[in-house]
């Protein structure tokens, strides 16, 4: 049993801020003076109200959202995105571009083609099996959007800049590098994230919708698949998971207020994947899987000569309280993911911790 806590990598669920799961255990008895915990009041209390109006106000301003953008907390996981994008979005004889940049792009796009529906693979990265972002991508003008991974978790790449779709909305799966830097969110119809990477726990997911996009969804669907039903509702329709979206408001108070926002957040996640790749850069003992202009600032993926060392590496540094450093189950190898919440501390100590690795095993 460990006393300590570790240096936590895993890629999701992920490390939270230590100021953030220090608040929650601080206030889990009593929350605001309610006598109650958090998971004991009613999701329709003042207590809760400010608590998710906090947590929208926040993402709002750290995004720099207008008034056509509204934010919203639905369940299911990424994973049902996938399926509900194409159900509101879609309609008859209308298809959707898509761009394929790994495991999950796939997934979204077989949940358009379960529904009968068109998604045109606009661009695919399968040739050179993921490791890069494509270019130059033909988007089709009559699209009803255009929908990309920002980050691939499993492949360690990720956009630097989006890609131009010429008035075509774009919508993007953000769950592993949602506020973890700035962008223009104009060009966005729909963003969406899993929040248990970058912003929270897992249970929730965060879907930032522009109103044209509402105006697409038809009355037909079920309730709790339409997109208009959270945003009338203020995503209280029925109970939300409150735990995981305080949580969230956490974080995002953390963001704002202590490491001061989203151009502050990304300087530091540009150190901290600087110091990791350009240990992988150094010699051939390490070696990226991301060709370098596609690489991910929130997965770090990497091999070793051999896979007989890459389980000496994640076993030898499990044993130096350096956790979740094996790849994806899909594709093996090494996999450092280095979040909003794991400091340049984290990624030193993992860093000096390479360093001896190679001298010792190189
Ligand atoms: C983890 C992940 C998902 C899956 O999210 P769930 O919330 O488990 O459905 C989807 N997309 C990306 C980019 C991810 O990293």
Same mark, same amino acid.
């Given at each position: 049993m460990k006393e300590n806590r570790v240096c936590n990598f895993n890629a999701g669920p992920a490390a939270l801020p230590l100021p953030v799961l220090e608040e929650i255990k601080d206030s889990f008895l009593n929350f605001n003076g309610s006598g109650m915990s958090v998971t004991e009041i009613s999701h329709r209390s003042k207590w809760f109200d400010d608590v998710i109006n906090d947590a929208v106000a926040r993402t709002k301003r750290l995004l720099n959202l207008d008034d056509r953008f509204r934010v919203l907390f639905i369940q299911g996981g990424a994973s049902l995105q996938f399926c509900m994008i194409p159900m509101n979005f879609l309609g008859q004889g209308q298809s959707a571009d898509y761009v394929n940049t790994g495991t999950w792009s796939a997934k979204a796009i077989k949940e358009v083609q379960i529904q009968g529906k068109t998604a045109? &693979?606009?661009? +695919?990265?399968?040739?050179?099996?993921?490791s890069y972002i494509p270019g130059n991508i033909p988007f089709?003008?009559?699209?009803v959007y255009a929908h990309i991974t920002s980050n691939n978790t499993i492949k360690g790449t990720q956009w630097a800049e989006f890609p131009d779709t010429k008035g075509v909305p774009l919508v993007s799966d953000m769950s592993s590098d949602i506020m973890s830097r700035p962008f223009d969110v104009n060009p966005f119809g729909l963003i969406y994230a899993g929040a248990q990477k970058n912003i929270g726990p897992a249970g929730v997911c965060m879907a930032i919708i522009r109103e044209d996009m509402l105006e697409? &969804?038809?009355? +037909?669907?079920?309730s709790m698949l339409k997109y208009t039903t959270f945003s009338k509702k203020d995503s209280m329709y029925n109970t939300p998971p409150c735990f995981a979206i305080y949580t969230i408001q956490l974080v995002l108070k953390w963001l704002e207020d202590?490491?001061?926002g989203l151009e502050k957040m990304d300087g530091i996640n540009r150190k901290k994947a600087d110091v990791l790749y350009s240990i992988i850069d150094s010699g051939d003992f390490y070696r990226g899987t991301a060709e370098t202009g596609s690489r991910s600032l929130m997965n770090v993926t990497f091999r070793l000569p051999s896979e007989e060392l890459e389980k000496k590496f994640i076993q030898t540094a499990l044993e130096n309280d350096l956790g979740g450093l094996k790849g994806h189950r899909s594709v093996g190898g090494c996999r450092a993911s280095i979040y909003n919440a794991t400091g340049l501390e984290a990624i030193e100590t993992l860093a000096d911790f390479m360093k001896t690795f190679e001298k010792e095993n190189g």
């Open positions: 045109n &693979v606009v661009a +695919s990265s399968e040739d050179k099996d993921f089709n003008s009559d699209a697409k &969804v038809p009355d +037909s669907l079920p202590t490491v001061g």
